[in-house]
């Protein structure tokens, strides 16, 4: 089995990442993701907070079922990355907090 990853190095821009929130439905996300897969697109999902990384990993497996009647099978590559948060400390500039990182690899 060859793995083909979709994304080299992390993505470096806003608009390079899919966001997930806690409230993200699962099965649009899980769309978005198989017509990226064959788009030959790369696919990061962002997720920050308990509940959006719940919603992006359940998004991928249900991914893995759109795309796997094609000859694909997904899997997963972690990683954290800091983002601004919304909250200022004390000199105007935005806090730092912890993303989660998925890209989605096409094996």
Same mark, same amino acid.
């Given at each position: 089995?060859? +793995? *083909?990853?979709? %994304?080299?190095?992390?993505? /470096? @821009?806003?608009?390079?990442?899919?966001?997930?929130?806690?409230? @993200? /439905?699962?099965?649009?996300?899980?769309?978005? *993701? !198989?017509?990226?897969?064959?788009?030959?697109?790369?696919?990061?999902?962002?997720?920050?907070?308990?509940?959006?990384?719940?919603?992006?990993?359940?998004?991928?497996? *249900?991914?893995?079922?759109?795309?796997?009647?094609?000859?694909?099978?997904? +899997?997963?590559?972690?990683?954290?990355?800091?983002?601004?948060?919304?909250?200022?400390?004390? /000199?105007? %500039?935005?806090?730092? *907090?912890? %993303?989660?990182?998925?890209?989605?690899?096409? !094996?």
């Amino acid at each position: 089995m060859t +793995t *083909i990853p979709l %994304a080299g190095p992390p993505p /470096n @821009t806003e608009e390079d990442y899919l966001k997930v929130g806690a409230g @993200t /439905n699962p099965q649009s996300l899980a769309s978005a *993701i !198989a017509h990226a897969v064959y788009g030959s697109k790369k696919v990061v999902l962002r997720a920050v907070g308990a509940g959006a990384v719940n919603q992006a990993v359940k998004a991928v497996a *249900i991914a893995r079922g759109y795309v796997a009647p094609h000859g694909y099978d997904l +899997t997963m590559r972690p990683g954290f990355q800091n983002v601004d948060g919304k909250d200022r400390d004390a /000199n105007g %500039a935005a806090q730092q *907090i912890s %993303a989660v990182t998925l890209q989605v690899v096409v !094996a």
